[in-house]
């Protein structure tokens, strides 16, 4: 059997480039060692937001992301309507905080920053901010709000993703583990199984895992790394009033508002290879953290403990595009995998049905970690 693209992994990436490039009318087949909801995808926070995310030195990332973050409203609508499930978009902003003295200087640094790279903040007083949120701690020192940033619930994204490839035509078998994938004139992949499947191009998009894989071409494997996430979901109780409507951050800790009352607390960032261990202590950490931003989270359920390996790179930006004759990979999306899914899905798949890579995915070429 043979597919104009065999997509390796059912992430958020692999499954947003199955879906688009199915719309564009290829044949798509998307391989799945696990279960679509295994990656780091269905771990994570979910927010969208490149602006609270800015980092220093960072700017040719910051401009993929802000285009990243300006497809999400239309990308949320289409495939809401695809896989007939609306996926509705936390739009009241994130407000990012400082409560001790060291926070506020840091922040009062990050807000120059931000003003210098032209993007929309507001620094808010301490009192502004309590007028947001008035269950904040009473340390809270000052923030700045991200009117832009804004939050999706991935779990949800990705059941829709999966309805809308099946939808578009595309085909999404799970329990098929890729083994080795052969590049040059006739590009296939083997499963474990020993099943050889063809393919007019092989996309690599299995996160973390992308550099485990046979015949990826050894440059690409180096770049790609595991980077340890640990993060929380407490529960309201139904009569427990509302905490928070904006996503919160510190520079310790986020908290996530969801639709249903949850609230998504994360997350540490460690180099543990792939160790996906809850821990005590970055439990312990986590919690201590958020009861500084929002005391009252105390009181909530601890409903999930969960681990994730965001798919690391040495300069933190994704690798998007031909690697080898027949195979693109579209990988090390790091810590902004759900932010850049509809732009990596739109690039990748106008990549496999034109040969040419749009223009803003042209810094991100897998190439440049070649030596
Ligand atoms: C704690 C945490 C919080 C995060 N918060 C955010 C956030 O708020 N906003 C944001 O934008 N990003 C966030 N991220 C990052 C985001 O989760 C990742 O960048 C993104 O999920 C990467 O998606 P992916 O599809 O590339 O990889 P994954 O979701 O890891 O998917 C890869 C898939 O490939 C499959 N696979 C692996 N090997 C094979 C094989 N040999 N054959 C077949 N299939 C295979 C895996 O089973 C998996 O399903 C967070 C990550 C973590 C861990």
Not at 28 to 48: H, K, Q, T, W
Not at 70 to 81: M, T
Not at 152 to 164: C, S
Not at 305 to 313: D, F, I, T
């Amino acid at each position: 059997m043979s597919y104009d693209a065999v997509i390796v992994g059912a992430g958020i990436t692999g499954l947003s480039i199955g879906f688009r490039a199915a719309k564009m009318g290829l044949e798509v087949l998307v391989l799945e060692r696990d279960d679509p909801a295994d990656g780091a995808s269905a771990v994570a926070a979910g927010m969208l937001a490149p602006v609270t995310e800015t980092t220093f030195g960072e700017e040719k990332l910051l401009r993929l992301n802000l285009a990243g973050a300006a497809r999400w409203p239309s990308f949320a609508q289409e495939l809401g309507e695809a896989a007939n499930q609306p996926i509705d978009l936390l739009t009241s902003g994130t407000l990012h905080l400082a409560t001790n003295r060291d926070q506020a200087a840091e922040l009062e640094r990050l807000y120059e920053y931000q003003v210098k790279l032209d993007l929309q903040v507001e620094r808010l007083t301490a009192g502004a901010c309590r007028e947001l949120e008035p269950a904040l701690h009473p340390s809270t020192r000052a923030g700045i709000l991200a009117r832009d940033d804004r939050a999706v619930e991935p779990r949800r994204v990705i059941r829709a993703l999966g309805k809308a490839l099946h939808a578009a035509g595309g085909t999404l078998r799970t329990g098929s583990s890729v083994r080795s994938i052969r590049t040059g004139d006739h590009p296939a992949v083997t499963l474990e199984d020993g099943t050889e499947v063809a393919a007019g191009t092989v996309v690599l998009a299995a996160g973390c895992w992308s550099g485990l894989i046979d015949g990826v071409p050894k440059p690409v494997a180096a770049a790609l790394r595991p980077v340890k996430g640990q993060i929380l979901r407490l529960r309201h109780r139904p009569d427990h009033p509302v905490l928070l409507t904006h996503v919160l951050r510190t520079e310790e800790v986020y908290l996530v508002p969801r639709a249903n009352g949850e609230v998504v607390v994360g997350a540490s960032v460690e180099e543990k290879g792939f160790d996906a261990t809850a821990t005590a202590g970055e439990v312990f950490e986590l919690l201590r953290s958020a009861g500084e931003v929002i005391p009252g989270i105390r009181e909530l359920q601890l409903a999930e403990v969960n681990v994730g390996l965001r798919p690391g790179s040495p300069d933190n930006a994704p690798l998007l595009g031909t690697a080898a004759p027949g195979l693109v990979v579209a990988a090390g999306h790091f810590r902004n995998g759900i932010l850049l899914a509809p732009i990596t899905g739109d690039g990748i798949a106008q990549l496999l049905a034109s040969g040419e890579p749009p223009p803003e995915l042209l810094p991100f070429g897998p190439g440049r970690f070649d030596r």
